[in-house]
């Protein structure tokens, strides 16, 4: 494929990245309408955003892998977009509570399709020592999807209450039908990409995913290692910056999203994309295990930028140590990515990249944030406590991954 096809592709895998991100959150803005329509606590509020979701994402990412592995793969993204664009009218259609449940199973369902499937076909598009920097677009359009939905959807959803679409349609019922019009677009763009075809990898040998792994599992362990170290940190920064702000600086929680938002619509893709750029210029000096470097690198200047917000006396200092961090952790995750897809021969990638990020979501959400909590609760206890367990949390698994990434680079073969 040339470069300008290549190129092509990746943005608009990209954009649907953007309209999956969008889809994934815009949920979180019409949380309140929600209880009050159908009575609901904030544990139902808790499971109908996070676990309705992950729980059909995570059944169904790694046998989309495989699909992916066997059968074209242009159709697979698109089957999914279609799926998950069904979901979201349908959240904006649903009745009760648990016809919600089964709408944001169906997003989840259909969103598990993308992110396998779009790096196979990247890796396979770019190549060795190219894929880094559309690997990082890739990654740069959920962050930017997550600000166009609370940002967009939030000037979206005013603009309904203030002028409505229908006086029978709810506000919140309105914005997800509304916020189909991106899913449309993108779709036809979509539409118009040529190539994707597993049709040769079906006529040849197959490459068997438990030899691969089996010969392979210290290098792949240690890049698992890194990239959960790089998530979960980005997690903590997600769940407890806003209130780290709060507490430090008696911000009100409307001044603290302000400062947040635009920091991470801003610093966190450019993160991603100059992460892909170093990857690709460690490549192209046909450095074996550069993705693993670029992410110990990064790990560790993230770790220093988080050292800094977490011991800020006063905000200017606070929000440059924010804004760093930021940077820095964006940087970190594409190379974990763009690591296994160099150690995977591309007749399996699908299924080890679902495979890999299935593992590394889990590990990253279900203990980083919770872990902070418990820190600041339980071992540090006072006013600033939050600031001492989001900087213990930063050292220790921000050592550890770095160490892992360290032993990724020796144990990494692949000079490209």
Request: contains cysteine; hydrophobic residues 55%; positive net charge.
């Amino acid at each position: 494929m040339s470069g300008r096809a290549s190129w092509y592709l990746a943005l608009s895998l990209a954009a649907v990245h953007v309209v999956s991100s969008v889809d994934r959150h815009i949920l979180t803005l019409v949380l309140s309408a929600l209880q009050l329509d159908f009575t609901l606590s904030d544990t139902d509020l808790g499971f109908l955003h996070g676990t309705a979701y992950v729980l059909s994402y995570a059944i169904a990412i790694v046998p989309v892998g495989i699909l992916a592995d066997r059968y074209d793969r242009r159709r697979i993204v698109i089957g999914g977009l279609i799926i998950w664009t069904i979901g979201t009218a349908a959240c904006g259609l649903s009745q009760s509570y648990t016809q919600l449940i089964l709408a944001r199973m169906l997003v989840g369902l259909g969103q598990a399709a993308l992110v396998p499937t779009a790096i196979s076909l990247i890796a396979e598009s770019f190549g060795a020592r190219r894929m880094g920097r559309p690997i990082a677009v890739f990654t740069a359009a959920a962050t930017i999807g997550r600000g166009v939905a609370l940002l967009g959807g939030g000037m979206l959803l005013g603009w309904i209450v203030n002028h409505g679409l229908s006086p029978q349609l709810a506000p919140w019922r309105a914005l997800f039908l509304a916020s189909l019009a991106l899913n449309l677009a993108v779709l036809a763009w979509f539409s118009t990409v040529k190539g994707g075809s597993r049709g040769a990898a079906l006529r040849g040998p197959q490459a068997g995913l438990a030899s691969i792994v089996s010969a392979r599992w210290p290098v792949y362990l240690a890049y698992f290692g890194g990239a959960v170290a790089s998530i979960t940190l980005v997690q903590i920064i997600a769940a407890w910056t806003p209130t780290l702000l709060i507490r430090s600086f008696a911000l009100t929680v409307s001044q603290s999203g302000m400062l947040f938002g635009p920091i991470v619509l801003c610093f966190g893709p450019a993160g991603n994309l100059a992460g892909g750029w170093l990857v690709d210029h460690l490549e192209r000096r046909s450095m074996a295990g550069a993705p693993a470097l670029a992410n110990a690198l990064s790990l560790c200047a993230a770790v220093l930028a988080g050292t800094v917000l977490c011991s800020a006396q006063t905000l200017p200092v606070a929000v440059t140590g924010l804004i760093a961090t930021t940077f820095f952790l964006g940087m970190t995750t594409p190379a974990g990515l763009v690591g296994i897809q160099n150690l995977t021969p591309s007749d399996i990638r699908g299924r080890v990249t679902g495979l890999f990020v299935l593992c590394v979501t889990l590990v990253s959400l279900g203990a980083g944030p919770v872990a902070v909590g418990w820190l600041s609760d339980h071992v540090f206890g006072a006013a600033s406590g939050l600031r001492f367990a989001v900087l213990a949390m930063f050292w220790g698994i921000g050592c550890l991954g770095t160490v892992s990434a360290v032993i990724a680079k020796r144990l990494d073969r692949t000079a490209n």
